[in-house]
């Protein structure tokens, strides 16, 4: 193959009629210079096709490489579910007999006064009551019968109202109109029904009346039994209970204590909002006479009581407390 210089110049001579016999190069020249044009162009398009393909083989691969690193790369782990479970910590006050006017830098305990410093030890530990924490007990069967009939009277005036209230009204006897006789001799009974029926709902209104307004005056009643949380109610029963168990050890029966008699049984005394004795049952006998007759003596020697405080009367007309009282094998009396 010439050069391309040369052929340049072959052309130049042709056109000008130099060398006639190079003509038929020349032109053979321009042909092949045609050809291997049209043939790089056609290169160059494949290089471009394949340049297209390799760019999206490239971006195919780098796709799943990263598809690759999320998947295995990325874990998940369960979250520990008991650090969630902190609102359910009690919150810890400790009661102090004494207080100082300098609160302490750094407090090791919540207390309803400051105190900074006390004890008879360097020691980092808390006083601590010496008795055993009063055992948390269920409401008594007396307690819950108690407050389900309550609750049963109320649902049950309730219902004797609306009904009374949705009963129709006394009808006025029809004005008689000229009718055959034979209609009149059928209007008459029905007229006698009317009036009797709307005396019938007459007396019915005013008995509910009666017993709905004997309802509402009655005394407010409040059945506690040995689990109590609110604490009006938790300080009066406590004082009340150490006010029992003090008169009950004073006057233990002494012909329980001669004859060894011993036995349990579950009191209920009704205490007025002025501290008077309403009245005391006994829900469950000891099976001694002798027991039975000395709490009830004990329950009377104690009246009378504390009168309720502002919250516990502003609802509570007569408060029950319902106790189980033992008396025991060492001659104690104790109330539970």
Do not use: C
Not at 320 to 336: G, K, M
């Amino acid at each position: 193959m010439l050069p391309e210089r040369k052929v340049i110049a072959l052309r130049r001579r042709a056109k000008h009629g130099r060398h006639a016999p190079w003509s038929g190069a020349v032109a053979k020249l321009d042909e092949r210079v045609a050809e291997l044009e049209r043939r790089m162009t056609a290169f160059d398009r494949r290089i471009a096709v394949l340049g297209r393909h390799a760019r999206m083989q490239v971006s195919f691969v780098f796709s799943v490489l990263i598809h690759i690193v999320i998947i295995f790369g990325v874990t998940f782990t369960m979250t520990d579910l008991s650090q969630f479970n902190r609102l359910d910590q009690p919150l810890e006050v400790t009661l102090v007999n004494s207080k100082s006017q300098k609160p302490p830098v750094k407090a090791d305990a919540l207390a309803q006064a400051n105190l900074d410093g006390g004890g008879n030890t360097d020691e980092k530990v808390r006083a601590a009551s010496p008795l055993p924490v009063p055992a948390e007990h269920k409401p008594t069967p007396e307690v819950t019968m108690a407050q389900k009939r309550v609750k049963k009277l109320e649902r049950e005036a309730k219902r004797l109202m609306t009904r009374a209230k949705k009963a129709p009204a006394a009808v006025p006897l029809p004005q008689p109109q000229p009718q055959p006789r034979a209609i009149e001799a059928e209007v008459a009974p029905n007229a006698a029904d009317i009036m009797a029926r709307s005396l019938e709902i007459a007396r019915l209104e005013a008995r509910i009346s009666k017993r709905w307004n004997a309802y509402q005056q009655r005394p407010r009643r409040r059945f506690v039994g040995a689990r109590t949380k609110e604490f009006r109610f938790a300080r009066y029963i406590e004082d009340w209970r150490l006010k029992i168990e003090r008169i009950g050890e004073l006057n233990y029966p002494q012909a329980a204590r001669e004859r060894r008699i011993y036995g349990s049984l579950v009191v209920t005394v009704s205490i007025k909002a002025d501290g008077s004795l309403e009245g005391v049952d006994i829900n469950r006998s000891s099976g001694e006479k002798i027991l039975d007759q000395a709490a009830l003596r004990i329950v009377h020697l104690a009246a009378p009581y504390a009168p309720f405080s502002a919250d516990i009367a502003k609802d509570t007309d007569v408060l029950s407390i319902t106790r189980t009282w033992l008396f025991t094998r060492a001659d104690q009396f104790v109330s539970e």
